[in-house]
Each structure stands twice: as structure tokens, then as C-alpha cells.
């Protein structure tokens, strides 16, 4: 039996750091910065996040250096597993104009249930196959919602 894959305590916190900085230049990167001399509303931000994401960026290159021992790295699928459910979100927002109400439903189930680590493979499918019947034949057909049902193929 395979041991899980593990990511040290650093590297997630430095990963934390980089997500953090980068975040927040990206959220206030249409504010002014002005000069040196006549500072800006957001050169004071764009300094301060660049400099957390930097601190990150070191943060996982030194720990990278190091060994993990298994008792101190967390599981990768734990560390993973806040990220699913906006995936999940992301992936039915980006989908459902190409692959219809269906489909979209059943890939965006699909995913989110990898939020949960007690179900298998064949627990995930029929749980995104029954959702994906619920939610087209409730929105889709009760509720006449004004999404495409199922995708269009074009010739």
C-alpha cells in the first residue's frame, strides 16, 4: 500500500503567503500608485503584497531545501480539500453555456464530492449522475429556467 502524499507544514504556509500576496495585488491593481515622491492610494498595498508573496515565494524554496519527515507534513488531499467546493463552482460557471444544465451539474457534483473522503469512485459517479437528474428535471424542466439543457453540437 502506497503512503499518501505529504507537503510540509512550510511549504503550505509558504504556498498560504504566496496565494495571500498575489491575491490582493491582483484585487487592487487598478488603484493608482503614483511616485516615489507623490504616493498614490495603492502604492502603499502593491508594496506590502508583493512583499508577502515574496516572503512565500522564500518560504517554500528554503523549505524545499529540507527534508519532510511524515509526522510533521499534513496530507496532501487535506490540504486540497477547501479548494474543491469553489472548483466545483468555477468549473459550473465556466461549463454550463458549452455543456448544458446536464452535464455541468454532473462534472460540478462530481468534483465537490472530493470534499468528502468517505466516498469511492462508484459512490461519486452515481451521486453526480442522480444530482445531475434532480437538478435538470427541477430547473430544467419544472422551473423552465433559461439555461441550455443539454449541449449543443454544431456541424
Same mark, same amino acid.
Given at each position: ?58 518560504? #517554500? ?5 529540507? &527534508?519532510?519527515?511524515?509526522? *510533521?507534513?499534513?496530507? $496532501?488531499? /487535506? +490540504? %486540497?480539500?477547501? =479548494? ?26 462530481? #468534483? ?5 473522503? &468517505?466516498?469511492?469512485?462508484? *459512490?461519486?459517479?452515481? $451521486?453526480? /449522475? +442522480? %444530482?445531475?437528474? =434532480? ?21
Amino acid at each position: 500500500m502506497s503512503r499518501p502524499k505529504t507537503i510540509s507544514r512550510d511549504i503550505f504556509a509558504g504556498g498560504l503567503l504566496l496565494l495571500v500576496g498575489g491575491g490582493i495585488f491582483v484585487l487592487i491593481w487598478h488603484y493608482p500608485s503614483g511616485t516615489m515622491s507623490d504616493m498614490g492610494p495603492g502604492m502603499v498595498l502593491q508594496m506590502a503584497s508583493g512583499v508577502i508573496a515574496l516572503l512565500g515565494i522564500i518560504q #517554500i524554496l528554503r523549505s524545499l531545501k529540507q &527534508s519532510v519527515d511524515p509526522v *510533521e507534513g499534513l496530507q $496532501l488531499r /487535506l +490540504v %486540497l480539500r477547501p =479548494f474543491v467546493i469553489p472548483a466545483a463552482m468555477t468549473v459550473f460557471a465556466l461549463l454550463l453555456p458549452w455543456l448544458g444544465l446536464a452535464v455541468t451539474a454532473a462534472c460540478a457534483t462530481f #468534483i465537490a464530492s472530493y470534499g468528502s473522503s &468517505s466516498l469511492s469512485r462508484r *459512490e461519486r459517479i452515481v $451521486l453526480a /449522475l +442522480v %444530482l445531475a437528474a =434532480f437538478v435538470t428535471l427541477l430547473f430544467g424542466y419544472g422551473l423552465r429556467l433559461q439555461v441550455p439543457i443539454w449541449p449543443e453540437f454544431h456541424a
